[in-house]
């Protein structure tokens, strides 16, 4: 590290330029993917949150939730057999209604039972007493939603009774209830200790899934996390391009100075010692600084913003874009290693 | 401890063609001695620089350093076999541009690990033999010509080499500076009892050296002892 540091050092401008872009990368892969997590947390908390293992569907449903249809009386054969804790049905209907204040709201009604484990903490107001109390995610409060508000949809009338947190799906606010007349329902939540196959081999005239798998079945969550995961595939590949081209260029530039190194003595295994060294350094620094800028940003942004950024998610990108760093350097590794030192004497000569 | 060569033949093929550039040379120089190596352009006078430094194999030959061949040695053996015995000097000084003076020389250390307190006391106090105590801390880029190839003797003593070679140490300084450049050179060379060789141009500094070599076409074809 000691030609590394003093040249960081020399050669301040060039560095800082490249630092530069680098901040700016690093930034924007932070943010980005601060909105996929997100929007895939207001597309689908209510799913990733749900305190169950599995979703069972009907047979050959293709995970959309929606679509698949099962008889409401197999609850209790699935509740006899060995090896499952728990088992609740699931109903998802979509629904719209007006507010006392004139407003039109989207819910996504989470029909289950009385004493179904499905049914979430109230963080706000009383759990459900009733079947025409409904249990709404607290963003639904954006829309003027207050507490004990009466709601209509499906022709009758429903008490919000308390307002949970993390619960949406398809954008929309959950309203858990309790009130399940049909006979179908969409799909039974298990909580079991098996596994997927396991569970698969004792339920043979349905289909299991798992959370992450069911989450595709929601309309738009795969697009949607497909395309900003791409976003953040590009950068990073832009990361490492951008790095790589211009290690590349000092590494062309300082040949001569590797050749009279090399001939001096020194080995190559210790000059790319120096030059990994110089771009963990830049990468580092520069990580560091984007992620401080982001968590800038994720303060300053409105509200209704689905943004989400955790320190486990920053460390995760932060080793992405660092390894992307080290793999651009690659290029210039090469080039160092093929320097030969006779090129220090023979200076014009050949 | 002294520099033999034996026999060294260095052969490049250009396609089908076979072309010597150095042809069966054989050469002792012995500690303390100055030699200057002399020759028109493409002569091979750089290859066998090269070939003596180390930095090249010979086709044929050997190269006896401390009785040891270094034409057997591994790409490896050799790199550490330049740390330890052989202090370069090259045309136009070739200083690390982003490295202060002092660290021109404290890079040798950081080289071969041998880092210190002392290490650093030997760089300061070579660069004041050299009159360069005031540059310590200066860039090369802020040097003369003269002081920037007076550090690079220095850089090559750094290390206490037995063999200081110079690559046309003189080609980027004007006559009077080149003539000093040249004398410290061989004053060094006597003082510290080690075997120099310079391959040069500049006629005017040859009458510094103890031996002059000169080559044609890759053989040796004169030696000529100075008379002092």
Sequence with gaps: MFLAIRELFYAKTRFLLIGFIIVLIASLIFIISGLAKGLSANNASALQELPADYIVMEKGADTELAKSLVPKQALESIQDIKGIQDVAPLTVRMANTTTTSGKAVDLALFITDEKSMLLPKAIQGKSLASKKDILVDQTIQDDGVKLGEKLTFADQTFHVAGFTEDQRYSHTPVAYMTDNQADKVNAFAIKTSMDQQQVQDKLKNYSVFTKKEALKGIPSYSEEQASLNMMIVFLLIIAAFVLAVFFYVMTLQKRGQFGILKALGAKTGYLIKNLLGQVATISVVCIAIGAGLTYVIGNVLPDGMPFVISASSLLQSSLLILVMALLGSLVSMFQVAKIDPLEAIEGGEK | ?228
């Design chain 2, 1 to 228: 401890m002294s520099l033999v060569l034996e026999h060294v033949t260095k052969v490049y093929t250009d396609g089908p063609k076979e072309f010597k550039a150095v042809d069966d040379i054989s050469l002792q120089v012995h500690p303390g001695e100055f030699v200057g190596v002399i020759g028109p352009s493409g002569s091979g006078k750089s290859t066998l620089l090269s070939i003596t430094g180390a930095l090249l194999a010979p086709t044929s030959g050997k190269v006896l350093i401390d009785g040891k061949d270094a034409a057997k040695l591994s790409e490896k053996a050799l790199t550490a076999l330049r740390l330890a015995k052989i202090g370069f000097i090259f045309q136009a000084a070739h200083l690390v541009p982003y490295l202060k003076i002092r660290d021109q020389l404290n890079v040798i250390s950081v080289i071969a690990q041998h880092t210190g307190k002392a290490q650093e006391k030997h760089a300061e106090a070579l660069l004041s033999h050299f009159g360069l105590a005031h540059r310590l801390d200066n860039y090369p880029n802020e040097l003369s010509g003269g002081e920037r190839q007076r550090v690079a003797i220095a850089r090559a003593l750094m290390n206490d080499p037995k063999i200081i070679l110079a690559d046309e140490p003189t080609a980027s300084l004007d006559s009077k500076r080149g003539r000093d450049v040249v004398e410290t050179l061989s004053k060094e060379v006597k003082e510290r009892n080690k075997v120099g060789i310079m391959v040069t141009h500049d006629e005017r500094v040859l009458d510094l050296c103890d031996r002059v070599i000169m080559i044609k076409d890759g053989k040796l074809v004169q030696t000529e002892a100075i008379q002092k």
